[in-house]
């Protein structure tokens, strides 16, 4: 009786997992039966790769077909498994070598008319087979670039499944056959959006930068039309490019969500996502009745999230933000799993001071208890955990007679400049960056403030008007403020200015 044994790929999360797809026919009905926690489209897999077989001449008899995706207790989801599963039954009844296909792996969707397909989230699939000792893996044409992106692993590109065939006849004769890949038009990147474009709001670019240098979260609060949406578009702009470990987790997550332009490169700018008000919990924070699949926050790792009109936002939505601000990761747990989804990324919200948007010189027409309703969407646990609060203000007609401020070059310079000091402060440390530093750290031993320099927060801190959260989050502005100014310490101006980019200093109404 055949039996045919291969590699398979599988996503969880953003995390691939390598699966053994064994195949054995046996005397009985003609049927396949699949075993191995398999989704629906994982199960449909027979229904496609059974008449593809036969539509490319090749010969499958009429059996029962047990079909084992090991490890059995996994989930295995989408249909990238076809590939793995064609070829085993390709090895089991003699048309390819069956040691040869063990050592592969496989990964992409079978068509009825035999050709191979791409599928999202190759990148992150690779990985895990690198990572498993795989040395070799066979892709879709169209993913071969993607999956080239991972080191220390061939990448092989197939069409359909006589590529297949074809390869694994010319290895088995001692011959290489050699597989053709598309050369992708490389994508156009957008021109970037410069800090320069922003009228006046000096202030409030300040604070930007201050975001930027120590990668802090920020709210700005502002009438329509003021310029909160332009400083949030132009905060990636300022953040230096992603390293390569960085770089590749950010390429894998807009792998799996298929959003990733085709081409061959890893994604090194930071990303810039911002969902619209509507968007629902699984859409922001990641999860699904079906496949658990990121979120927003977690396509915004290592860039920027920004939620316009915030108080929009559905309430647990915006309260769901609470936990990966402070973890830098979302667990979504299933009955039969627990899924963890990468989301380190800058918060920015942005919200008009009343629901009418009303604000000097107009006023606000909102009775008082609409306006405390719109506010309070914007829970005290969530506002705590943003260390920058910034109004901005109405532009004037002085404003634009004041020339364009600095551009997005100059102002990522200096940002530069203070992440290199913070790299050296906290080298071999887990953390890079002030707004990750544990709190323990900068309030005891080597780094902690003179008592005179922290006296106002210890003041506040007693009369219960700072949270001890609060009291940490300042510190970490302090020390980036340090860092831009290029002093080794702060001192107590760099305290008072941490504190007074805490206070929300939005614009009043009438």
Not at 427 to 453: C, F, I, K
Request: charged content about 20%.
């Amino acid at each position: 009786m055949g039996f045919g044994s291969t590699r398979g790929l599988t996503l969880s999360g953003v995390e691939g997992h390598l699966v053994t797809v064994e195949v054995q026919g046996s005397d009985g009905l003609p049927t396949f039966v699949m075993t191995g926690l398999a989704d629906p489209a994982c199960r449909q897999a027979p229904d496609r790769v059974r008449p593809a077989i036969g539509n490319l001449g090749l010969s499958l008899p009429a059996r029962r077909w047990t079909i084992n995706l090991s490890p059995a207790g996994l989930p295995k989801t989408g249909s990238g498994l076809d590939l793995a599963i064609a070829t085993a039954l390709l090895a089991a009844e003699d048309h390819v070598d069956a040691a040869e296909v063990a050592r592969v792996a496989h990964v992409g969707e079978v068509g009825l008319d035999g050709t191979v397909r791409p599928v999202a989230g190759v990148l992150p699939m690779v990985v895990a087979a690198a990572e498993a000792g795989v040395r070799e893996v066979l892709v879709c044409a169209a993913d071969a670039r993607e999956a080239s992106l991972v080191g220390g692993i061939t990448v092989h590109g197939v069409r359909s499944l006589l590529d297949l065939v074809a390869f694994y006849q010319a290895r088995s004769a001692g011959l290489e056959h050699p597989l053709p890949v598309p050369d992708p038009p490389r994508p156009r990147p957008a021109p970037g959006k410069d800090l320069c474009d922003v009228v006046g709001q000096a202030q409030a670019r300040w604070a930007l930068e201050v975001a930027a240098a120590g990668g802090h979260h920020m709210l700005l609060v502002g009438p329509p039309g003021a310029g909160k949406t332009m400083l949030a578009e132009r905060l990636p702009g300022l953040l230096p490019a992603l390293g390569e470990s960085d770089a590749l987790a950010v390429t894998a997550i807009h792998s799996v969500l298929g959003v990733l332009p085709r081409g061959d490169e890893l994604l090194t700018r930071a990303p810039f996502v911002a969902p619209h008000h509507s968007a629902s919990m699984a859409a922001v924070i990641g999860g699904g009745s079906g496949a658990v699949r990121p979120g927003a926050v977690s396509r915004a790792h290592r860039g920027v999230l920004f939620m316009d009109e915030a108080p929009e936002f559905r309430r647990d939505v915006l309260d769901g933000l609470r936990q990966p601000l402070e973890s830098g990761e979302v667990v979504v747990a299933r009955a039969d799993r627990h899924v963890r989804l990468p989301a380190r990324f800058q918060l920015v919200l942005a919200a008009n001071p009343c629901p009418c948007g009303g604000g000097p010189p107009r006023g606000c027409s909102c009775a008082p208890m609409r306006r405390a309703t719109y506010f309070s969407r914007l829970s005290g646990p969530l506002l705590d955990r943003l260390d920058l609060k910034v109004g901005v203000g109405q532009v004037s007609r002085a404003d634009l007679t004041l020339g364009p401020g600095e551009p997005s070059e100059v102002v990522a310079c200096r940002v530069v400049e203070a992440r290199e000091r913070q790299r050296r402060r906290w080298r071999g440390m887990p953390w890079t960056l002030n707004a990750e530093v544990p709190g323990p750290v900068l309030r005891q031993g080597a780094w902690q403030l003179p008592s005179r320099d922290r006296r106002e927060l210890d003041e506040r801190l007693d009369r219960g008007t700072l949270t001890l959260r609060g009291f940490d989050r300042c510190l970490r502005v302090a020390w980036t403020l340090a860092d831009l100014a290029g002093a080794a310490r702060p001192g107590r101006a760099e305290v008072m200015n941490a504190l007074t980019l805490r206070e929300i200093q939005e614009v009043k109404v009438a």
